[in-house]
């Protein structure tokens, strides 16, 4: 069991007697690698079902090593893939009960480090990726953003989402979503992006005009061709648009 952290006081303390940990130890524990996680975001997860602490009989949160360890893997899947709650939590209750899963990707992958901008969660849990979600549900998306119903509203009405004919959103929206939020951290409203999403429609314009002929051909082996196209055309596509903004910055990348 996790031991209590030296130096707490008060009922910050995790319980020496049982190994269990306050919310605010569990959050000192989690900030090393999650600076921005706070109590509210935890009460959040715990709200949606993704742990189930202890409770004390006066009602206080007790966490186990397990709860711990269970957080730490939401903030991370949350943090590097985008993954909304609802899939997260799927996956994580299929492991402990030893089924042999694989985690769905939502959305693009955030870069591996090598340079390639879809990565896929097969290099995180050592297996293939599996097929991507193809609808995000409106709940799912605000729960996964972490936004509420005035900010979706604000951001379609920017043309920076937009629901599918039956109310639901493609899976790239939770990648959307999730970027859009993180540039927010920095001052970059939604209103600035515009622009962005001009420019990567004239992108797609292109891409469709150069693969349009693949996909109207009658051979199904070559549809098929035009699909993997499209994927490297758009993979190109955004490093180019990465390597333009560095050299519009003047920065250098060792």
């Known amino acids: 069991m996790l031991r209590s952290p030296s130096g707490g006081a008060g009922s910050g303390t995790a319980a020496a007697d049982s190994g269990l940990m306050s919310i605010g130890s569990v959050l000192n524990t989690l900030r090393d690698e999650f600076p921005e996680v706070t109590i509210s975001k935890i009460r959040f997860l715990e709200s949606e079902g993704l742990i ?32 909304p709650l609802k899939v997260i939590r799927e996956y994580l ?23 390639e901008p879809f990565g896929g969660l097969g290099d995180l849990f050592g297996e293939p990726e599996a097929p991507p979600a193809a609808r995000v549900g409106r709940a799912e998306l605000l729960a996964a953003a972490e936004i509420g119903e005035q900010e979706l509203q604000e951001w379609e009405s920017y043309g920076l989402l937009a629901p599918l004919p039956d109310g639901a959103y493609d899976a790239e929206a939770v990648t959307v979503a999730a970027l859009v939020v993180e540039l927010g951290r920095f001052g970059i409203e939604p209103r600035h992006l515009r622009a962005m ?24 082996q070559t549809r098929a061709h035009a ?4 994927k490297e055309l758009a993979g190109l596509t955004v ?8 050299t519009a910055l003047g920065v250098r990348l060792h």
Do not use: W
């Open 239 to 246: 490093k180019l648009h990465a390597a333009l903004v560095q």
């Open 227 to 230: 699909e993997a196209r499209t």
């Open 197 to 220: 999403k001009a420019a990567a429609e004239r992108d797609a314009g292109l891409v469709d005009q150069v693969v349009a002929p693949l996909r109207r051909h009658r051979n199904p």
């Open 52 to 83: 189930e602490p202890q409770r004390t009989p006066s009602g206080y949160r007790k966490f186990s090593q397990a709860d711990v360890e269970r957080l730490g893997h939401v903030l991370r899947m949350q943090r590097d893939h985008y993954l």
């Open 93 to 115: 209750d299929a492991l402990e009960r030893g089924e042999p899963v694989r985690l769905p990707s939502v959305g693009r992958q955030r870069d591996s480090g090598d340079g």
